[in-house]
Nanobody
Framework: QVQLVESGGGLVQAGGSLRLSCAAS????????MGWFRQAPGKEREFVAA????????YYVDSVKGRFTISRDNAKNTVYLQMNSLKPEDTAVYYC?????????????????WGQGTQVTVSS
């Protein structure tokens, strides 16, 4: 069992930055692919970024490439999402998720464990 707790969300002006953190419990965190998803009101949950267990491979949705960076610190059981040059369309609840089985990285059902989410609001 893995528990995930996100933090770092908030209100920021367009062009600003935020860093989200996701702290995980459990001794096998370092074996999991970790992902960030987001969900805006009235929309489906959307893949944002993912990172392999070693941190050596990362994936991003096209709309955040060059602006967001996913990273992880396995010694701290934490995954991060650095978000720069934020846009109003980035406004959503952001969730981190853990996939123990090397499923399709951008498919929500590949992930077995989810955090409660953290709100990110970008004002224009």
């Amino acid at each position: 069992q893995v528990q995930l707790v996100e933090s770092g969300g908030g209100l920021v002006q367009a062009g600003g930055s935020l860093r989200l953190s996701c702290a995980a419990s459990g001794r096998t965190f370092s074996r999991y692919t970790m992902g960030w998803f987001r969900q805006a009101p009235g929309k489906e949950r959307e893949f944002v970024a993912a990172i392999s267990w070693s941190g050596g491979t990362t994936y991003y949705v096209d709309s955040v490439k060059g602006r967001f960076t996913i990273s992880r610190d396995n010694a701290k059981n934490t995954v991060y999402l650095q978000m720069n040059s934020l846009k109003p369309e980035d406004t959503a609840v952001y969730y981190c998720a853990a996939d123990p089985d090397l499923g399709t990285y951008d498919y929500p059902r590949s992930y077995d464990y989810w955090g409660q989410g953290t709100q990110v609001t970008v004002s224009s």
